[in-house]
């Protein structure tokens, strides 16, 4: 078997990716080689879904075979990538060999698993794709308590979400306050106010030792301080890891992720990477947008006219109702974040950076958040300025 384009997954970038390039070309020939099942649905949603009222039937958009015959495409699903000959232009398969002229890694990232120790380390879930969150699904109509394990964008998500469904819900980090990688501490303790109002339990800056197994299926989970409780279901998300075992075994540069140019080309000829794999001119972003904009960009150039990626302001929103956030975050360290305006209902923090002052992040929360559209307006401004300088 042999295509013109082959697609190595069938999360949001290896989908977009495909649907780009047939707005472009209706003919070329275009595989996507997916160890799942190759349905389309949308991530982001799996942790507001409870809230919202949706089960899984509702998140899935469309089947296997539904995406193949509206992409005009094929899709082979279940078959998992063993390994790739790029010499050869030839992916190894659990369903055989395939060629290809092109080749998109668009693999995504897996979920860290917090080393633990105890016999029911084995049992905690953590949720990345629609297949995880049907099985969380089904363990949830038996649990009334549930235990995340990370206070980052995806365990806040959750929290709230699953708090919301009328679950007692307790969130453990080793940091001292949510999301403290992605906010000051001003607006992390907001958020941890915002949660705990909603009753969300907190136990920060505390490690997990371990998970035991207790009686009828519950869950004994151990922290430091002698902090714990009993849990039908314990919850990992303590952040995302770029899938890099084929391209690294293929010879591949790497780094946090599979390195690529502006293009998205990797260090061998006719090889890009795309989505959460992807470490594009030294940045992870392991978000919808960029791979919206890096999907576009990329089936011009698998289509013969090779064009760089031009990332807006990254914008993250976080979907935690309890405390409506979004973030700009700033691509470098170097500069402080201040207070423009701070009531009981909204909080804006901007960050300028050194030695020019210019506006490189934000962070909106409650009200302030009706503000995004305009400031991410401000920030793509501050930043075609600096790139014309
Ligand atoms: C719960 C959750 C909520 C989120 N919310 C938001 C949000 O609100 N806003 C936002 O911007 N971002 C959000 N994100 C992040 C966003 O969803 C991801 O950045 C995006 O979906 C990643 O898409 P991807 O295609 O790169 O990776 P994935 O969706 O992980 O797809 C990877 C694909 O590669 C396949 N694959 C991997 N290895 C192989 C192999 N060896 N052989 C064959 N196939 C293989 C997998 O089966 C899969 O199909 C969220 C993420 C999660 C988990």
């Known amino acids: ?36 099942a190759g349905e389309h649905y949308a991530k982001p949603a799996l942790s507001n879904a409870l809230a919202a009222g949706r089960g899984v039937e509702q998140l899935r958009l469309a089947d296997a075979a539904r995406l193949a015959a509206d992409l ?15 010499e050869a232009r030839r992916l190894d398969t659990s369903d055989g060999a395939i060629g290809f002229d092109q080749l998109v890694l668009a693999v995504g990232a897996r979920q860290r698993r917090p080393d633990l120790a105890g016999n029911g380390a084995d049992q905690v879930m953590s949720i990345n794709d629609l297949d995880d969150y049907a099985a969380m699904r089904r363990r949830l109509a038996a649990a009334s308590r549930v235990a995340i394990v990370g206070a980052g964008l995806i365990g806040c998500e959750f929290a709230n979400d699953l708090r919301l469904g009328g679950f007692g819900v307790e969130l453990y980090d080793v940091a001292p306050a949510p999301l403290a990688r992605l906010l000051p501490a001003m607006a992390s303790q907001r958020m941890r106010r915002g949660l705990e ?22 869950l004994e989970l151990v922290a430091e301080g002698g902090a714990g409780g009993r849990y039908d279901l314990v919850l990992s998300a303590t952040g995302l890891q ?35 794999c992807a470490e594009v001119h030294g940045r992870l972003l392991p978000y919808v947008m960029p791979i919206l904009q890096g ?39 170097r500069g402080d974040w201040s207070v423009l305006h701070d009531a009981p209902d909204s909080l804006q923090l901007e960050h300028r950076e050194a030695p020019d002052g210019r506006l490189t992040g934000v962070v909106l929360q409650g009200d302030a958040v009706r503000e995004r559209s305009r400031l991410a307006a401000r920030l793509a401004e501050f930043a075609s300025c600096r790139a014309a300088a």
């Open 1 to 36: 078997m042999h295509h013109a384009i082959v697609i190595i997954g069938s999360g949001l970038a290896g989908v977009t990716l495909a649907r780009e390039i047939r707005r472009i070309d209706r003919e070329i020939d275009v595989a996507i080689v997916t160890a799942s």
């Open 72 to 86: 005009r495409i094929a899709i082979h699903p279940r078959v998992t990538v063993r390994s790739l000959d790029l």
């Open 197 to 218: 109002d909603i009753g969300v339990g907190m136990h920060l800056g505390s490690a997990i030792l371990g998970i035991e197994r207790g009686t009828a299926h519950t």
């Open 242 to 276: 770029p899938e890099l075992r084929l391209a690294r075994e293929a010879g591949l540069l790497t780094g946090a992720g599979i390195r690529t140019d502006a293009a998205l080309a990797t260090s061998h000829p006719g090889v890009f990477a795309l989505g959460d």
């Open 295 to 333: 999907a576009r960009a990329l089936a011009r150039t698998l289509t013969g006219t090779t064009t760089p990626v031009d990332y807006p302001p990254v914008q993250i929103v976080v979907k935690t109702p309890a405390c409506p956030t979004v973030i700009f975050p700033p691509a470098r360290e």
